[in-house]
């Protein structure tokens, strides 16, 4: 910096303006990559240092290339995590950013989540036989305990025997990467806690059942159609036919008549063109439809290719924002405003995007907020 003494830009005020800018502008930039696509919200919601709850706002959509691309939007400070109170925070989002409902595909809240963590649930009794790093702590006390008080209802039917050092509490614990040893003990643990263990996959697998509803199972079954793997060894027409009535916003009755012909011909196409070997996700697919041109050859089948992508498996992207929350927001730092630590975590969270931005944007959006003493760019 070439700046006069007095005029370094370290103020906080100061400081606070200029990461403003900086957010705003590549927010900016990712509504402008979004433009009028489809997009999914994923959000949730977590306590800071502060114990404030902040929820989470991340969109997923599928670009211009075929990419399905996550971005972080914003973390909100909201009162309570009542429906009436996430509504509010989400209708003023649509507001703020110009969104438009019309294009909401899809929404992945705490009951998506939940979801997934039946899933993580149900692989942490798996990968605590097959050695795998999921892990979840709510099952782990529920083992914990289902294997407590079987014990103590053997012990009462004089099944098994008390005293020192004899059948005291224990759990399945994960085997080490490089201590040997410790396979036999989870084996032999495993085997000692067997019947708790079965009870636990069957609870996981009840809520499971609960969980997924009737209509969220025919469209995971009707996107199968879609899978390239083993050449598009699962292509089936009449699935991706219903898939094309299940969005009947999407498709006009007449391109609902024409879908089942347009895939047929797709089919037969993509089977015989090398480009499309070994492809095997919906991803790579969409990309290479793209490359190849064949999105605007067949419109509608990629139509149905986005829809699928849209639809959010995991909740990463949100727990990382979580994680990035607790590096900028912490207990040094504890007394830092929402709207201080938004600006940061978009820069930081965005960072590819932010580093797109040109500087003549973010400059002339610091200079609009009030006036200066001196232009900015002259003093840099």
């Not at 110009?98 to 809240?109: D, E, H, M, N, P």
């Not at 009951?111 to 942490?124: G, K, L, R, S």
């Not at 009840?206 to 209509?215: A, G, H, L, N, R």
């Not at 991706?240 to 299940?246: I, T």
Request: net charge negative; glycine share 4%; with cysteine.
């Amino acid at each position: 910096m070439n700046a006069p003494g007095n005029n370094q830009m370290i103020a906080p005020k100061i400081q606070k303006q200029l990461v403003n800018a900086c957010a705003v502008e590549t927010t900016n930039a990712i509504l402008a990559d979004l433009g009028d696509r489809w997009f999914t919200l994923l959000l949730d919601e977590a306590r800071d240092c502060s114990v404030k709850e902040q929820m989470t706002v991340v969109i997923r959509y599928v670009n211009k290339h075929g990419e399905v691309i996550e971005r972080f939007m914003t973390v909100v400070h909201i009162a309570t995590t009542t429906a009436a109170c996430l509504k509010e925070a989400i209708d003023s989002l649509f507001a703020k950013y110009g969104l438009s409902v019309a294009r909401l595909r899809g929404q992945g809240y705490d009951a998506f989540a939940q979801e997934n963590q039946y899933v993580c649930d149900f692989m942490w009794i798996v990968g605590s036989i097959v050695n795998t790093s999921a892990s979840s702590c709510k099952r782990a006390d529920k083992l914990r305990q289902l294997e407590h008080d079987r014990k103590v209802k053997l012990l009462e039917r004089g099944e098994i025997s008390s005293g020192r050092g004899l059948n005291q509490e224990t759990s399945l614990a994960r085997p080490g990467d490089t201590r040997w040893g410790s396979h036999h003990s989870t084996l032999c643990r495993i085997e000692q806690m067997w019947p708790s263990v079965i009870e636990v996959i069957d609870i996981i697998l009840q809520e499971m059942d609960s969980c997924f509803t009737e209509t969220t199972t025919d469209l995971l079954i009707y996107m199968s159609g879609l899978d390239p793997r083993n050449s598009f060894s699962r292509f089936d027409v009449q699935k991706l036919v219903r898939l094309a009535h299940f969005y009947e916003d999407d498709f006009s009755w007449n391109e609902r008549m024409l879908v089942e012909q347009e895939i047929e011909t797709y089919i037969d196409d993509v089977r015989s063109d090398e480009r499309f070997e070994g492809i095997s996700d919906l991803g790579a697919l969409a990309k290479k439809m793209i490359e190849t041109m064949k999105n605007r050859v067949f419109p509608l089948v990629y139509r149905m290719i986005e829809l699928a992508l849209l639809l959010p498996v995991a909740t990463a992207t949100v727990e990382r924002v979580f994680s990035a929350m607790n590096i900028v927001k912490t207990d040094l730092r504890n007394r830092i405003g929402d709207e201080w630590m938004n600006d940061s975590l978009v820069v930081y969270i965005e960072k590819d995007v932010f580093n797109t931005v040109d500087n003549e944007p973010i400059l002339q959006r610091f200079h609009n907020m009030e006036s200066r003493r001196m232009q900015l760019s002259r003093i840099c």
